[in-house]
């Protein structure tokens, strides 16, 4: 199993910024890449961006390309989101994924942290 406990949401101003961390701990070794989802009010869930263990970067979300970047410290199984230029249309749960490697779904979730953009 891989637990993983996200931080740093909060309520930003449009324009502003926010830096989110996932911290994994467990079968570390069980999972090939972390990212990010979110799930705006109303809406499904949604892959926004996650990176690989050998060091790719996938986008799933081409609205917060060029605002947002994903970077990982392997030393310490941490994953950020640095997000920039934020709107209010970026309002969402967002959740810290890991991508199983045996099975390559992404089967674990951290509790997901709050962004509130406003206007």
């Known amino acids: 199993q891989v637990q993983l406990v996200e931080s740093g949401g909060g309520l930003v101003q449009a324009g502003g910024s926010l830096r989110l961390s996932c911290a994994a701990s467990?079968?570390?070794?069980?999972?090939?890449?972390m990212g990010w989802s979110r799930q705006a009010p109303g809406k499904e869930r949604e892959l926004v961006v996650f990176?690989?263990?050998?060091?790719?970067?996938?986008w799933a979300d081409y609205s917060v390309k060029g605002r947002f970047t994903i970077s990982r410290d392997n030393a310490k199984n941490t994953v950020f989101l640095q997000m920039n230029s934020l709107k209010p249309e970026d309002t969402a749960v967002y959740y810290c994924?890991?991508?199983?490697?045996?099975?390559?779904?992404?089967?674990?979730w951290g509790q997901g942290t709050q962004v509130t953009v406003s206007s």
């Open positions: 994924g890991a991508r199983n490697a045996h099975n390559w779904r992404f089967d674990y």
């Open positions: 990176t690989t263990t050998s060091g790719n970067t996938i």
């Open positions: 467990g079968s570390i070794g069980s999972i090939n890449a």
